[in-house]
């Protein structure tokens, strides 16, 4: 599995890189969009926050990964865009393909028609935006050229592996540490906009959790709907309290993703201080090397991740800001 890491300035890219980052992504900070549409971002971060501040910022932070053999991914990965927007979104678009730019992270589907339409040199990632759950629905961006999918972060290290399991010639992306929203992505509205004070604390906190059932025994059924009807307001209940500040993470079953094949695991942080990004990279990257150990079992990775996760953030592991609670509690099923 490769590690894709965030980055913000060209400053950071090759630090990144030595940590152990395999791709980066970042987002754009361009004054033709700020100063046409103010409120409305073009990455779900409004003004400058959490992007490259400028297009030749850009360009240098593509060639230092590209000097590395690192690819850059671009995110505009606002859930959609008006007919309106779109002259300026694809000028935009271009001004960062010319840069050297490798791939775009996208969530809205007429987007990736409009991209596909338009005959762009470069690969179409879709974001957790688009709500991916299942593999017909990755299969579908698939065959309108979209290279990779990033799964939902509400599945569980079995739906993983299925979705996985199903899908050929896609590549499959997961989050993996920070930003482990408890609610589904695909039906968010927010902006991220990150302004200091009590009263935009809890901004995104709007009931779009969606429920599902799952396959399977009566008992197994029943497990799984007591976990989702428990599990959601429990963390609901935590991410009011401390939000941004907490570190969600998936250490344990990086065990299981390797062996399901993942192809990708995604360190969030635009917008985070170098050293926390630095910190995640290396974290991250020590669990994978352990990954490949076939002398391992999962429980020893288990106590393993855990350690490491203690040593390096000082804080022990919570369920409920875990992307995957079951490989703490449990020991998945892996096919």
């Known amino acids: 599995m490769k590690i894709i890491a965030p980055v913000d300035r060209p400053d950071e890219a090759q630090a990144l890189i030595d940590a152990g980052a395999d791709e980066l992504f970042c987002g754009l900070y361009w004054e033709p969009w700020l100063q046409t549409y103010t409120i409305a971002a073009v990455n779900r971060r409004s003004g400058s926050i959490a992007s490259i501040e400028s297009v030749d910022a850009l360009a240098e932070t593509v060639r230092i990964a590209h000097a590395a053999g690192v ?3 671009l995110t505009i990965n606002e859930h959609y865009y008006t007919s309106v927007q779109y002259p300026l979104l694809f000028e935009y678009i271009g001004c960062a393909l010319d840069t050297g730019v490798d ?7 007429a ?20 709500a991916i759950f299942n593999s017909e629905a990755a299969a579908f961006f698939r065959d309108l050229g979209v290279s990779r999918v990033t799964l939902e972060r509400q599945q569980t290290i079995e739906e993983v592996g299925s979705v996985v399991r199903n899908l050929d010639g896609m590549e499959t992306a997961v989050f993996v540490l920070n930003g482990r929203c408890p609610n589904v992505d695909g039906l968010c509205t927010y902006d ?13 906190m709007l009931p779009c959790q969606v429920r599902c059932q799952s396959a399977g025994t009566a008992a ?11 599990s959601p307001v429990v963390r609901q209940r935590v991410w009011e309290r401390y939000h941004m500040d907490q570190s969600p993470c998936g250490a344990c079953a990086l065990y299981d993703l390797a062996r399901l094949g993942v192809t990708h695991v995604k360190v969030v942080g635009r917008g985070n201080p170098t050293a926390r990004k630095l910190a995640d990279v ?10 490949t150990d076939r002398t391992i079992d999962r429980n020893r ?35």
Do not use: W
């Not at 991209?115 to 990632?125: C, M, S």
């Not at 991220?192 to 995104?204: L, R, S, T």
């Not at 059924?221 to 989702?228: N, Q």
């Not at 290396?282 to 990954?291: D, G, H, K, Y």
């Open 192 to 204: 991220h906009v990150q302004i200091p004070g009590e009263a935009f604390k809890n901004a995104c």
């Open 282 to 291: 290396r974290f991250i990257r020590a669990m994978l090397t352990l990954s």
């Open 71 to 73: 690819p850059v991914c």
């Open 220 to 230: 197994r059924r029943k497990r799984d709907a007591d976990y989702r009807h428990v």
């Open 301 to 335: 990775f288990r106590d393993a991740a855990r350690l490491l996760h203690a040593h390096t953030y000082r804080q022990p592991c919570r369920s409920a800001t875990c992307y995957y609670p079951e490989a703490i509690a449990a020991r998945p099923k892996v096919a």
């Open 111 to 130: 987007l990736v028609l409009g991209i596909r339409a338009a005959r762009l040199n470069a690969e179409l990632h879709l974001s957790t935006g688009t």
């Open 103 to 109: 791939s775009l992270i996208v969530a809205d589907p």
